[in-house]
């Protein structure tokens, strides 16, 4: 694969949602020069909710996280581009937003951990197995961005 179709498993979350942020977190991305490959809004299930958290399972905020992610739609979201696993954490800012930068989505938007309004993948890995676990491959869209020569030098 190619370093620049590297891909990221962003979600807006229940409060990002609800108040109001879905398209300034959108506008963030687009304007940073990374492709969207796939997008929904959707109300996600119990078991979908704890498998993507599977890895916190123990931790004593496990079921409330599950809870808050489940008590409405979510916008599932898959971004394209050099680096964008880790340039999409710096763009969201530390977990807990108390911590996050001014500039950052978190450091902007939000102010508690509980209620920190998006997810993004930690690791390529991760990523993978997060837009396995939301997205057919056929809900992929493949076409080529007619930004590409002006966000890329080659
Ligand atoms: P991340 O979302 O920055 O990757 P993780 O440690 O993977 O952070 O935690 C997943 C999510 O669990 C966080 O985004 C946040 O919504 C929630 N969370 C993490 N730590 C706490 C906590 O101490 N209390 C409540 N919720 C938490
Ligand atoms: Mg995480």
New binding site residues.
Partial sequence: MAANQERTFIAI?PDGVQRGLIGDIIKRFEQKGFRLVAMKFVQASEELLKQH?I??KD???YA??VK?MGSGPVVPMVWEGLNVVKTG?VM?G???PADSKPGTIRGDYCIQ????II??S?SVESAKKEIALWFKDEELSDYKSSAYEWVYEN
């Avoid at 951990?113 to 920190?116: A, F, I, K, S």
């Fill in positions: 979350k958290y890895d916190l931790r004593p905020f409330g996280l808050y954490r969201l530390e977990t807990n951990v509980g209620r920190n997810h993004g930690d």
